[in-house]
């Protein structure tokens, strides 16, 4: 199987009433493709940082009643999972697709992390202008590269469920979804640029 793209129906997924029902959906329509592009893109990371990731497919498997509003895949440099570790993400909500490097509220010495990020708070901001930045990986908004100021690295730092999820949002009708080598090397650009701070991230972390 080939990696074509992302479709409306994958989209319309999130909109399908009951747990099992929307798990069904998830598993059939959206974790195949996350296997080939993740696959692709673990391999790649692996070149690039030189050192063994692994891809892990979210399982929502906490889940007893609320179905899941997005899903996504994780690559990590540890094979047991992702969530305390500096990682990198691909998933969907109901209306885009995110490309995250992904800190988030479980991850091992986040202070420390947080700290290194502010100390370079002015290489963050010279990313493209077009990246995005999450507070709250449940939550579909987001605030542009030019909003992100020291006060969100500052309560990232000191919030415990603080998080910080840099990277890019495409909304559904963009015609670049359909596409899926045209999509995957979106992402190893993005990832690229990302890079310089999971490294950060990782020596903070040590």
Do not use: C
């Amino acid at each position: 199987m080939d990696f074509n793209g992302f479709t409306q129906q994958d989209f319309e997924t999130f909109h399908i009433n009951g747990l099992e029902e929307r798990m069904e959906a998830i598993q059939s329509r959206i974790q195949p493709k996350f296997q080939i592009i993740g696959q692709e893109l673990t391999d790649y990371l692996s070149v690039q940082l030189g050192n063994e990731m692994y891809l892990h497919i979210a399982k929502h498997a906490r889940r007893t009643v609320n179905p899941p509003n997005d899903t996504w895949l994780a690559i990590a440099d540890n094979k047991r999972g992702y969530k305390k570790h500096p990682h990198f993400q691909v998933g969907l909500f109901d209306d885009h697709v995110f490309i995250w490097l992904a800190l988030i509220y479980e991850l091992d010495n986040k202070q420390a992390i947080a700290s290194s990020f502010l100390n370079n708070y002015n290489s963050i901001k010279t990313l493209p202008d077009n990246y995005v930045v999450s507070l709250d990986h449940t939550k579909k908004d987001a605030i542009s590269l030019q909003e992100l100021d020291r006060s969100h690295l500052e309560r990232f730092r000191d919030v415990k469920k603080a998080e910080f999820l840099i990277g890019q949002h495409i909304a559904k009708d963009d015609n670049r979804l359909t596409n899926g080598q045209v999509f995957i090397d979106i992402v190893k650009k993005t990832y690229d640029s990302l890079i310089p701070f999971y490294k950060q991230a990782l020596q903070a972390r040590a």
